[in-house]
């Protein structure tokens, strides 16, 4: 169980994370400014386990990995989005960041509401309504399953 | 069956008659580009994957651009990082201050038609535009390819944009593939191939498919794609004998009975000046809808519109005029390259004379780190392709994408202008 962080359409890769904090030198510096410009607050209200929904094209932009990075480094259990933009979408699988397609979730939750994610099953359950997710091409869920993608090359 | 422009280069490349949308295959790849921002990322994973060597170093072409000159003290300690890998896994393809990665990749010769190439940067789908497949990736797959020099794809399905005619003469390619984003929306090509096709291509400069193929990624797209010509040709420094005798090169096109997602179709006659209000590239307006709005600053340069044309273009409407008052008019153009040749024809005078600051080639204030960044209800014009939130200072700037000439003529008055 976790809790929401609902966002919309088109978020782009810098309002996940601003140009200028780039260059910090660890991710977990970077984390505190996560969705600084839509939210301030997030990092500071985010707690391991929770979760980010969104609507259209979540990550479009940049081809920054620091996007994804941050949400896991804040304990983000996965991103539940009606669609990805492609790199920010390659990005979290080959960090280990769960970024799963959910076409009906979003019009059913707000920010604070709790919800059940189900890797396995590939469903997410909010306010007693089952809502069922894209499941991913066996190449990329075998890369999520070991971890990302520095586990799965195995050099 | 037929099929589209990526599944020819795709195909080649894995060594097969055909693949089909939705396959996943390993590609070998051709060329790599790694810039600035993220190479010590790079370097960290590479080293944490365990790799003890680069699969081809010369495949590898790491590019100084974004921190280019200096701005902050966290800058250079990312080109020692750079200089010290590259000494060290023996990269020669470096590039200190020659320009921005994507007008070096082309300009350089380092990729060239029906090339797979993929760069740590979104706006790598740029060589579409000589009919090579390229795209962004992230810093961890960056490093895979390094190691192995392979990367799995999903092969792309691809939408078709048939444009036929001439456009009017105020209409520039930029206002093409704003107009395009405009209709698809931001993510309307999500994973998918563009692939352009029509006279009205045909007749684009190299400079100007480049505008577009930078751009394609605004809605979403894997890549961009222009078949080479001669004048592709001519650009990669491939002899005419020779791109004539490339079957492979000359059947690089779309074939006509090739399955699409989709087709847009438009006439070169009903295009018209347009630009991208904030904050969403694909929020597109007429320039005469807008027009009359007072700015603080316009930009004219970057991967999308710093080359030659875009200068010489903007040097035509400035020459004998002067930039308004109070409007801080820069320019940066794409490369050394396009620097040294816009110095000699007398483009640089002319726009110095009109009021222009001249920065040398970089990404700086493009993606909102240095060289004339904004605050708080201030307005820019800018040729670039970008006016998410926040990009060029502060969340509260507002910026509108538009032209080199809508550019231009909008410094002229300092209000957003319709060009003649």
Known sequence: MGKVFRFDNDVDTDQIIASQYLLFPSVEEMAPHTFESLDADFAKNVRPGDFVVAAENFGCGSSREQAPSVLKALGVKAVLAKSFARIFYRNCINIGLPAIVCKDLYEHVHTGDDIELSMIEGTVTAGGQTFACTKLPAHLQGILDQGGLIASLDV | ?420
Not at chain 2, 53 to 59: Q, R, T, Y
Not at chain 2, 145 to 151: A, E, F, P, V, Y
Not at chain 2, 275 to 292: K, M, T
């Open chain 2, 1 to 420: 069956m037929g099929q589209t422009l990526i599944e020819k280069i795709i195909a080649r490349n894995i060594g097969r008659e055909k693949v089909t949308p939705g396959e996943i295959v390993t590609v070998n790849v051709d060329r790599v580009m790694v810039h600035d921002i993220f190479i010590p990322f790079v370097a960290d994973k590479f080293e944490e994957m365990g790799f003890s060597k680069i699969w081809d170093p010369d495949k590898m072409v790491l590019i100084y651009d974004h921190l280019v000159p200096a701005s902050q003290l966290d800058d250079a300690r990312h080109f020692a990082t750079g200089d010290a890998f590259a000494a060290k896994y023996g990269v020669r393809n470096v590039h200190r201050s020659d320009g921005i990665c994507h007008q070096l990749m082309t300009e350089a010769g380092y990729v060239k038609p029906g090339d797979i190439a993929f760069g740590t940067d979104s706006h790598t789908v740029t060589y579409g535009c000589v009919g090579a497949f390229s795209t962004g990736i992230g810093y961890t797959e960056m490093a895979g390819i390094l190691g192995t020099g392979k990367l799995w794809i999903r092969v792309p399905e691809t939408i078709k944009v048939q444009v036929d005619g001439t456009l009017p003469p105020n209409v520039t390619s930029k206002d093409v593939i704003l107009q395009i984003l405009g209709d698809l929306r931001a993510d309307g090509a999500t994973y998918k191939s563009l692939e352009f096709a029509g006279s009205t291509f045909d007749a684009m400069t190299v400079a100007s498919r480049m505008t577009m193929a930078n751009m394609t990624v605004e809605c979403g797209a894997k890549c961009g794609l222009f078949s080479p010509d001669e004048k592709t040709a001519e650009y990669c420094g491939i002899a005419p004998a020779d791109f004539k005798n490339d079957t492979f090169l000359q059947n690089l096109k779309g074939d006509p009975d090739a399955v699409y997602d989709r087709v847009l179709t438009y006439r070169a006659e009903d295009f018209v000046p347009v630009a991208a209000c904030p904050s969403q590239v694909d929020n597109i307006h007429p320039v005469s809808e807008i027009a009359g709005k007072a700015v603080d600053q316009v930009f004219l340069g970057s991967c999308t519109n710093g080359r030659l044309e875009d200068l010489a273009a903007a040097a035509e409407i400035l020459k004998g005029r002067k930039v308004a008052p109070f409007v801080k008019f820069i320019v940066t153009p794409a490369s050394r390259k396009i620097y040294r040749e816009a110095l000699e024809a007398g483009i640089l005078e002319t726009l110095a004379e009109a009021g222009a600051m001249i920065t040398h080639p970089g990404c700086g204030l493009c993606c909102g780190r240095a060289g004339g960044i904004l605050t708080d209800n201030e307005v820019v014009v800018a040729t670039n392709n970008r006016n998410f939130l926040g990009r060029m200072g502060t969340s509260k700037v507002q910026i509108y994408l538009a032209s080199p000439k809508t550019a231009a003529w909008t410094a002229v008055e300092g209000k957003i202008t319709v060009p003649v």
